[in-house]
């Protein structure tokens, strides 16, 4: 049974920085593409950030470049979303989301696609105050 936990989500100052984890289980971790979502009420699942599976070409959406990274963990089963410079328009639920994209080629044009992923996590909620 795949589960994807997400956590590290709190409510934070604007210019504050969080680091959100996904732990993964059921899934071969270094042969999957992962990414982050996050949705804010009223508004459709939105794209942050995706790694592929070999860990290179990691890509953004333009709103978050220069201020979030994405990674995942050398031993564990684990994805990271590390924020700085928190916005009050980053408030959101952020999901992580897993599957297999096929070769780099599918990967560039998929990754931002939430489609494409069929293994999702429950989410957790990010609070950026002003």
């Known amino acids: 049974q795949v589960q994807l936990v997400e956590s590290g989500g709190t409510l934070v100052q604007a210019g504050g920085s969080l680091r959100l984890s996904c732990a993964i289980s059921g899934r071969t971790f270094d042969r999957d593409d992962m990414a982050w979502f996050r949705q804010a009420p009223g508004n459709a699942r939105e794209f942050v950030a995706a790694?592929?599976?070999?860990?290179?070409?990691?890509k953004y959406t333009d709103s978050v470049k220069g201020r979030f990274t994405i990674s995942k963990a050398r031993d564990r089963p684990i994805l990271y979303l590390q924020m700085t410079n928190l916005k009050p328009e980053d408030s959101a639920v952020y999901y992580c989301?897993?599957?297999?994209?096929?070769?780099?080629?599918?990967?560039?044009?998929?990754?931002?696609?939430?489609?494409?992923?069929?293994?999702w996590g429950q989410g957790t909620q990010v609070t950026v105050s002003s």
């Open positions: 989301a897993t599957d297999r994209l096929g070769n780099s080629d599918r990967w560039s044009r998929y990754a931002s696609n939430p489609e494409s992923y069929m293994y």
């Open positions: 790694i592929d599976r070999w860990g290179t070409g990691p």
